[in-house]
């Protein structure tokens, strides 16, 4: 058998039981894990001294800062229970702009001076941390030689405990900021945004006559999908390792033309591993819900409850790592790149999101009560509004070098943001733009002739697939991010240009009953004009036809096709007045995330075209150049000279991309210019390589070509 092959029946072999999990009867009591490695509300109430647990409760209900003396109390009963669980170290957990996590692990223990070590962790050790900030992306806000940064407990999302077969670590989720105070993370403005959210939409619900609500949540459940393939062809492919997708590959003959993957029953080997991925995640309280097989072969998804979205954004970078880990322990590697696979689909992430108060009620779904579906209306016109203004800035929100190879093509939404409300929703809003909707005829929905909302299908047939924000009965699903991606940017974006169009409507409306209307009159005309807005931005068809966008350009909309097109949306007038008035990212904060990815954007495809340049040069050119020595001992010219020339246009490719990615020829001042260089002729430059190699794969001999192929990656499970 030839080499790959001979590997191909290896990789197919793997040990049920990876972390040995066995069977758990999960009807016996004490095999109730969910949240078992969780510093949670329930474990606080038990080892806090009474009046420290009612504080820290109040003071995290109410969104206040943390009073310092309540630190000590909870380090040391942290500390306590850590120990209990085995934790020897301890770590601040932070997200860096990078959108990965970091952590830095310290000792609980100390040494006595009488030869032994004394376990210690006070308040102040809990409470912050000084990390050298130096290595992390800042964007110019601290310079290096002030290398100090700082994190700073979020008591808010609780620490948990990562179990490793070795040892286990209590991890504290923490905020990072410069020692000026400036975010150098994707968590400070997140939980900025939300109190701006919950500011606003507490004024627009004493409008509407709310007077038991403390607070308004926004909450995110994200939908998650990813690739799992066997880990020998991860190791054989220095493309995924360097880049996380292939850079070489000729589509195989099956694709996912037969439809037969989708909701397909999922492979033992698959359900073994996304069963103990599950059970750990159960332990560390993240509430995963559903998982099924998804549209490319080899290619899964997995969904959570909704949470608050802190809490929801750190459970998903939690998440995203656990199903890594697993993946490991039963020989499979997870992918979680935007496009592994070129034309075949990628992943990415829907990001349910809604607004909620703190005694549940979802300010999203409409009700039984006229007066509820006013309520609705107004918020979700709210939404309307602050996507149609901040398209540019959601776009942006999402981009990075991944997603451009997904956005735009027939899989993901395109780079157009539209908003799908639905049949029954758009007529209601139709109807309140003709004036029609407080008259009684029957189609109106609005008013005295029909006093409810018809009923809003919140599953089944009025789904739209293809739009990138869509209403979905009671919650918004923007579907557009990529499957690795961090959620707190594109939350943080959501929550305060929602804040801002909330703010708006509000203010109008309190004109309107100032001058002694009633709600419903005072509303109508606001929803109206509004609705006749920034209508443009609604649209129920095809996101993937033609037609729509040429008719989106008609209507206005942006179509940012690149990273490069959209970032310059994070610096524009309107996102800074508005991250500035609240007070959510400032100017400065602004510039540095703009200057950090739009570096990470070029840096990473000048990281994948030497990635490509190597891989042509030093494993297909020699392979093709050897079949080529081949065919000519065997006396065969005609394969010869097609293959002669195939390996010509590869080197006369290879050179040109070589060129093109060397530094002296992009060096450019300006880091958006040299981001556009990337996009514009290193892409390019590229794809040419590929373009002749993939032609190549199916013409050199198979025990020769070297990297493994598309046919065994996606479909050997
Ligand atoms: P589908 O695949 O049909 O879109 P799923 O059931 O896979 O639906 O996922 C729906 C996601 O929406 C889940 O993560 C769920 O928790 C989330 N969700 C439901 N209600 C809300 C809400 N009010 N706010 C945020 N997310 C929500
Ligand atoms: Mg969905």
């Known amino acids: 058998m030839p080499r790959i092959r001979q590997q191909n029946v290896l990789a197919a072999q793997w040990t049920p039981n990876g972390g040995a999990i066995g069977t758990a009867d999960l009807t016996s009591a004490d095999n109730q ?20 647990y009612q504080r820290l409760s109040q003071t995290l209900a109410k969104g206040e800062a943390l009073d310092t003396s309540l630190a000590d109390a909870v380090a040391l009963a942290m500390k ?25 692990h310290d000792s609980f223990f100390s040494p006595t001076g009488e030869g032994t070590a004394l376990a210690s962790f006070s308040g102040k050790e809990l409470i912050q941390g000084e990390p050298d900030a130096s290595s992390f992306p800042t964007g110019g806000i601290r310079a290096t030689f002030e290398a100090r940064g700082y994190t700073a407990w979020d008591p808010t999302s609780p620490a948990f405990i990562l179990e490793n077969p070795n040892g286990a670590l209590l991890c504290i989720p923490t905020a990072f900021a410069s020692w000026t105070g400036e975010a150098l993370d994707h968590k400070i ?22 007077t038991s609500a403390k607070r308004v949540f926004t909450t995110v459940g994200p939908e998650q999908e990813y690739f799992l393939i066997d880990q020998q062809y991860y190791f054989e492919r220095p493309d995924l390792i360097t880049c996380g997708r292939t850079l070489f590959g000729a589509k195989p003959a099956k694709g996912h033309e037969l439809d037969d993957h989708y909701f397909g029953s999922i492979p033992e080997r698959i359900l073994a591993c996304m069963l103990e991925t599950e059970r750990e995640l159960a332990k560390l309280g993240i509430p995963i819900k559903t998982r099924h097989n998804e549209v490319a072969p080899n290619q899964y998804e997995v969904a959570p409850i909704f949470e608050n979205s802190n809490v929801g954004s750190d459970h998903q970078q939690l998440t995203m790592q656990i199903m890594q880990n697993i993946a490991r322990r039963y020989g499979l590697v997870c992918l979680l790149h935007e496009k592994p696979f070129a034309g075949v689909n990628g992943s990415g992430k829907h990001n349910n999101w809604s607004m909620g108060t703190d005694d549940g009620e979802n300010l999203l779904e409409p009700g039984d ?5 006013l309520q609705f209306l107004f918020f979700c016109t709210a939404v309307m509004q602050a996507v149609n203004k901040h398209q540019g800035l959601l776009r942006a929100s999402i981009a990075s070098p991944g997603q451009d190879h997904r956005l735009g093509a027939n899989e993901a939404p395109p780079a157009i943001i539209s908003v799908f409300l639905g049949a029954e929703l758009e007529k209601v809003f139709g109807a309140i733009e003709r004036g029609e909707a407080g008259e009684s005829t029957p189609e109106s929905f609005l008013g005295l002739g029909t006093p409810v909302l018809p009923p809003l299908p919140m599953h089944g047939g009025d789904r739209n697939r293809t739009s990138p924000f869509a209403f979905t009965g009671n919650k918004f699903e923007f579907r557009a991010l990529g499957s690795s991606m961090s959620l707190s940017l594109p939350n943080t974006v959501l929550n305060t240009i929602v804040a801002e169009a909330i703010d708006y409507l509000s203010e109008e409306l309190e004109d309107a009953l100032g001058t002694g209307k009633e709600l419903e009159e005072a509303l109508r005309p606001i929803l109206q004009r509004s609705y006749a807005a920034n209508k443009r931005v609604v649209f129920g068809g095809d996101n993937y036809a033609e037609e729509w966008h040429a008719e989106a350009e008609r209507r206005g909309l942006l179509n940012l096709r690149s990273t490069p097109d959209a970032l310059p949306y994070l610096i524009s007038d309107e996102t800074v007045s ?9 100017e400065r904060e602004l510039h540095a995330r703009y200057d950090v990815f739009a570096e990470q954007y070029a840096t990473k495809v000048n990281i994948e075209a030497e990635t490509a340049a190597t891989i042509a040069r030093t494993m297909l050119v020699p392979a093709a150049a050897r079949y080529l020595g081949e065919l000519l001992a065997a006396q065969l010219p005609e394969l010869a000279s097609e293959t002669k020339e195939l390996i010509d246009q590869l080197v006369d490719a290879l050179r040109a991309l070589e060129s093109a990615n060397l530094a002296e020829n992009h060096e450019h001042e300006n880091i958006l210019a040299e981001a556009k260089y990337m996009h514009d002729v290193v892409l390019p430059a590229m794809a040419a390589v590929r373009e002749v190699a993939d032609k190549l794969e199916k013409v050199v001999a198979d025990d020769l070509w070297p990297l493994p192929k598309y046919s065994e990656m996606l479909f050997i499970k």
């Open 189 to 210: 403005p997140l939980l900025r945004s939300m109190d701006a959210l919950s500011k606003s939409a507490m004024r627009a619900l004493q409008l509407f006559g709310n």
């Open 80 to 104: 306590e229970w850590a120990l209990e669980k085995g934790a020897t170290h301890y770590t601040h957990m932070f997200q860096p702009l990078t959108g990965l996590t970091a952590e830095k």
């Open 369 to 373: 009560t006229p007066h509820d579906n």
């Open 33 to 52: 894990i969910f949240g078992e490695n969780v510093f949670s509300p329930v474990v606080q109430r038990q080892r806090l001294p009474k009046d420290v």
């Open 578 to 586: 508005l991250f500035s008035n609240y007070a959510v990212l400032s």
